[in-house]
């Protein structure tokens, strides 16, 4: 270890980089846009695609306007009706924007250009079901939330939102609390939550109705799993939630009731809600602290248990210490449940970070295994060092952190230097290329140009000839998900550009369609600690 840091000080006194232990700052929604292919040159014939259903024809185009970008269209299609003629959709293949050429300057080498029949009809959209659920269950399901403040809520529902939203499953949290501050405003007095403040009582009864009747508009509009977050702490509020839910013909209402008896727990859920809580913004710590604790005081006066078996519910105890269930069935409710066994409230970093530079990325081929380049190495070594630096300033011991690699050769020998367990998973394996295995884009388009078109069109549900999609990424992760849920203690995981994308996409709770555009840089650790209300995210440069 010691020969190990010394080689990372040296590299590091060449790099004009960030120096290790340095964050950047952390990625955003205009870094996610990589920079737009070269514009073309007038008159230089430009490579481009057109796109018919599931037909894909390449052509070159020299001309200067779309009539004679229609031409060149119709010498690949004779058969369509040239009346029939629409605007072209194109597709920016790094950015995802979507819109009707009406320029031939737009166009750049490898665009797909798609020809559209006819509008999709918007119902049918609609009833269009996530791709991770494959079962024949399509009941609508309400997940309510029930307990006391600093009981993990509020995580615990935005961590299901993210699971299943993940999954493809259309799934959204309505938050009483976010209601009550954007509409009366969030620094309320502890008195205001009061059962005997007649006035509170009214104004938070009527939040409740709002987010209610919110979620249920959301639900007939495409939702397939609402997240009701509110205390609940009653029967009566909870049979109002019910009895609403059981006239839209909702009878999937499933109550999730947060115990907590762990005084540790609570008090580390007190800090975070003072530090992290929009209703505590720029308020004195200690006195957002008194205050706090006065309003669980409150709910504790009129707090009752669920204690009717007829409902049905989970009851987490000390957050996934001990789960009871009861009438619970069906496939999503069962993996809800699996997955809150995994839950734990620890606060802890989680770094990813792709494999060193590869032989193969030194002259832009995808797949293979690969070994590393020097420059690749010399990123090995400086993140040892940097490991190093992050457990001594933690002051974690070294056996309390895991690494995590896949099973390639480049992301192994980029964890060789570091002196820590490890585990080596085909799930954090980069994604298959399939018969494009060992090729270049440019090889592909020039080879296999309806594929590469596909790819550029739809890159969530793209498979490779032989290989895998997006999609199969996101399953076959699940696992390695759940794990990752479950450990208690910092980890460096080690793997590749697509499984990073699909992993940092769920820790961050976005929607599938934004995987495959997330930026994942080379020698570069993006370090995430989730919290309640978010995660923190900072970005090191280390090369």
């Not at 018919?52 to 690949?76: I, M, P, Q, T, Y």
């Not at 210490?321 to 620890?346: C, E």
């Not at 999609?469 to 208690?488: A, F, H, K, N």
Request: one cysteine or more.
């Amino acid at each position: 270890l010691h020969q190990t840091v010394t080689r990372a000080r040296d590299l590091m006194s060449y790099s004009s980089a960030n120096p290790v232990g340095q964050a950047t700052p952390p990625m955003t929604a205009v870094s996610m846009i990589a920079p737009a292919p070269k514009s073309r040159v007038q008159g230089e014939p430009v490579m481009i695609f057109f796109k018919v259903k599931d037909r894909v024809k390449k052509a070159f185009f020299s001309g200067s306007s779309l009539d004679d970008l229609n031409k060149l269209f119709l010498e690949k299609f004779p058969e369509f009706p040239k009346d029939s003629l629409r605007p072209y959709n194109i597709i920016h293949r790094e950015s995802k924007i979507q819109y009707e050429l009406d320029d031939t300057d737009d166009l750049y080498p490898t665009c797909v250009l798609e020809m559209k029949r006819s509008e999709p009809d918007e119902g049918m959209i609609r009833k269009r079901g996530g791709t991770g659920y494959t079962g024949i269950e399509r009941d609508k399901i309400v997940l309510v939330m029930v307990g006391l403040p600093a009981r993990g809520k509020t995580y615990v529902a935005r961590k299901i939102a993210r699971f299943l939203t993940w999954l493809g499953i259309p799934t959204r949290v309505f938050n009483v609390g976010e209601y009550r501050r954007n509409r009366l405003g969030a620094q309320q007095p502890h008195d205001f939550f009061d059962p005997g403040n007649t006035d509170g009582q009214k104004a938070r009864l009527h939040m409740a109705v709002a987010a209610l009747d919110d979620m249920i508009s959301w639900m007939f509009k495409g939702g397939r799993v609402s997240i009701y977050d509110a205390t609940n702490s009653t029967h009566e509020r909870r049979q109002l939630v019910l009895s609403r839910c059981s006239r839209e013909g909702i009878s999937k209402v499933i109550f999730i009731e947060s115990l907590c008896d762990s005084a540790e727990i609570i008090e580390a859920n007190i800090r975070e809600t003072k530090l992290r809580s929009p209703d505590y913004e720029k308020m004195d710590p200690e006195a957002a602290v008194r205050d706090f604790r006065e309003r669980i005081k409150h709910y504790e006066k009129a707090y009752e248990t669920i204690d009717d078996d007829r409902l049905q519910y989970i009851k987490l105890l000390d957050v996934g210490k001990k789960v009871i269930m009861n009438n619970i069935t069906g496939y999503l409710p069962g993996r809800v449940v699996f997955f809150l066994m995994n839950l734990h409230l620890s606060s802890r970093p989680i770094w990813l970070t792709r494999h060193g530079e590869s032989q193969f990325n030194a002259v832009e081929r995808i797949g293979g295994d690969p070994d590393l380049t020097q420059a690749g190495d010399n990123y090995a070594h400086l993140l040892a060092a940097w490991i190093a630096e992050q457990t001594r300033e933690m002051g974690t011991a070294g056996n309390e952190v895991t690494v995590w690699t896949s099973t390639l050769k480049r992301a192994i020998r980029t964890a060789q230097y570091i002196p820590l367990p490890k585990l080596h998973l085909r799930g954090l394996d980069e994604i298959d290329a399939g018969v494009c295995d060992g090729l270049t884009y440019q090889e592909i388009a020039e080879r296999m140009p309806e594929e590469f078109a596909a790819r550029a069109s739809d890159k969530l549900s793209y498979r490779y000839p032989r290989g895998e999609s997006y999609e199969d990424i996101i399953q076959r992760l699940e696992p390695v998900m759940l794990e990752l849920e479950r450990t208690r203690h910092p980890i460096l995981i080690v793997s590749h550009q697509a499984p990073l994308r699909c992993l940092y996409g769920y820790l961050m709770g976005l929607d599938q369609e934004e995987c495959p555009f997330i930026p994942m840089p080379l020698h570069t650790v993006i370090s995430i600690t989730p919290k309640t209300y978010g995660c923190e995210v900072k970005s090191y440069k280390l090369l």
